[in-house]
């Protein structure tokens, strides 16, 4: 039987299987999906999980997987903003944890940091404050995240100040979230990273984490979250165990890091940990999935932005390619910003290519760009009219005042189900009022919010928040929605409690209502039927 293997981070005493988990998605499913997946997970043989403050409350429920499920489990965690904040951050990992010992800390997109004016470097900055906890002993591994350029990545390396390096990498070239800075910065360029980067990591002795190594669900399709459209495929379906056993082909790769929602992903994923490193010579797998993806690369824009200097219509042709696929791959958990949503730097009805007589525009890559952004234009549509593009955050009918005033985002409710099917729903929503919504899993006593769910009347479900949500912040709350095995329609409330206990009255403010049709076919609804002649009721 084949088993997990195992890496060594640097010089340190910590040994990180080949496959670790994103966890950025697990806020978008249900909780106990978070825990079947990750459980399934540490059973083949995942001993760590990557994690983050800014995960929506994921940190408290992979906390909570590593003490039912996997006691030797680590969590890699991450800090930012000002050194009060850093600070805090590790503290209350440890918290989290229930331990004063971190095996691994890190420092979430350096470059970002650097950025924004943040202390990185100085004397009292995030770097020495990780090397004094390793020099108490309260920390093992330091690392840093990085979307930076191969020349950045190198001197970040160099430096001598991290264990590990967590960079973005994956066979196609470039993933979901990739975007054409429109300012100084320089653009992350993932195949120029390697070649420049790994040579040097495994020189130096510092470890490769590599984030983005499915491209988002570019490649192949989400299993937690199928695309809405596909608007290109490879030649030959290449599954996520394959594209993840090709890179940890390469010796300087320690381990791959690919974000993971479902039951069937984690065991997808943990597998390709299970063989040993193969090298690739002649006619080998890389060369039939470099073959593969010719016609994806062909199909699919890689937001370089170059081609924006010739639009004669001036459209910011990467961001609108950018937040279509966003918006039609929902395996990526981070919403566009207002100002660039397609109908916010896209606001006609008709596509601009469809009327331009000029089409200047030129594409590096062989792109056809404006039948591709015609194309583009018409999926959009199609999904506005769906309702699932998210709310513009703006809309005065999405904001409601109450005992807790909160603005709607977006929502996914189903309105037809069959007997007995279970759906995850989701609702994301902004605190709009002046005090933090508190969360039980973050707090012993408080006057806790939660999301009620009544069906027909009748208390159905109640959803805490997994973590404080201050004002002004955007939270999601996820539950399962299990059909009545009886065939009618049904009237759905959806309601934010606040209060100590769920159970009692509170403050309630009303989100929405809405009906949701339960169907059924053939002999499932004969046998639902049958239930309920028998007088065993409704089923939720």
Request: hydrophobic share 40%; aromatic share 10%.
């Amino acid at each position: 039987m084949s088993k997990m293997s195992y890496k060594r981070v640097a010089s340190t005493d910590i040994y990180l299987s080949v496959v670790g988990f994103g966890s950025c998605q697990l806020r978008l499913v249900s909780e106990r999906q978070v825990l079947k997946t990750l459980e399934r997970g540490f059973r083949l043989g995942v001993n760590w999980v990557h994690a983050a403050p800014d995960y929506d409350g994921t940190q408290n429920l992979v906390a909570r997987a590593i003490r039912e499920y996997g006691k030797d489990v680590i969590m890699l965690s991450q800090g930012y903003g000002d050194m009060a904040h850093f600070e805090y951050l590790f503290e209350n990992t440890c918290r989290i944890l229930g331990k004063k010992h971190l095996e691994m800390f890190g420092i979430a997109c350096i470059d970002d940091r650097e950025y924004l004016g943040e202390d990185v470097w100085g004397p009292d900055g995030m770097v020495s404050f990780l090397e004094k906890k390793k020099a108490e002993g309260r920390l093992a591994g330091i690392f840093c995240t990085t979307h930076g350029t191969a020349e950045y990545i190198s001197g970040l390396i160099d430096s001598g100040r991290f264990d590990a390096v967590m960079m973005a990498y994956n066979l196609l070239g470039f993933h979901l979230l990739s975007y054409c800075p429109t300012d100084h910065k320089k653009i992350e360029n993932i195949d120029e990273n390697k070649r420049a980067v790994f040579p040097l990591a495994l020189k130096k002795g510092v470890s490769l984490l590599i984030m983005k190594p499915l491209a988002g669900g570019l490649v192949s399709k989400s299993r937690a979250f199928p695309p809405y459209y596909a608007f290109a495929r490879p030649s030959k379906p290449i599954s996520a165990t394959r594209q993840l056993r090709t890179i940890l082909a390469n010796p300087a790769v320690t381990a791959v890091v690919p974000g993971t929602a479902s039951v069937k992903e984690a065991d997808e994923n943990a597998r390709a940990g299970h063989v040993p490193d193969v090298r690739h010579s002649g006619n080998s797998p890389i060369h039939e999935i470099s073959k593969a993806l010719e016609t994806l690369k062909s199909g699919l824009c890689r937001r370089c932005g170059m081609c924006e200097r010739y639009c004669s219509k001036n459209l910011p042709i990467s961001w609108l390619f950018r937040d279509a696929y966003i918006s039609s791959y929902p395996s990526e958990p981070f919403e566009t910003i207002d100002d660039l949503r397609y109908f916010n730097l896209h606001p006609w009805s008709i596509s601009m290519c469809r009327t331009c007589d000029e089409r200047t525009c030129h594409c590096p890559h062989g792109i056809d760009i404006p039948n591709a952004l015609i194309r583009v234009h018409e999926r959009m549509l199609r999904l506005r009219s769906e309702n699932r593009i998210a709310l513009d955050g703006t809309s005065p009918e999405v904001l409601i005042r109450g005992p807790l005033s909160v603005q709607i985002i977006s929502r996914e409710i189903p309105q037809a189900i069959a007997a007995g099917e279970t759906k995850i729903c989701r609702v994301f929503l902004i605190n709009k009022g002046a005090q933090i919504w508190l969360s039980p899993f973050e707090n012993e006593k408080g006057d806790f919010v939660f999301l009620s769910v009544s069906m027909n009347g009748k208390s159905f479900k109640t959803v805490p928040l997994r973590r404080n949500v201050p004002p002004g912040d955007r939270t999601y709350m996820v539950f399962e929605l299990k059909a009545p095995y009886r065939c009618r329609r049904y009237g759905l409330r959806v309601e934010l409690i606040g209060g100590k206990d769920a159970a009692l009255p509170g403050d309630r403010t009303l989100l929405f209502e809405s009906e949701l049709q339960v169907f059924g076919n053939g002999m499932f609804s004969n046998f639902a039927s049958q239930i309920f002649s028998k007088g065993k009721g409704i089923r939720a």
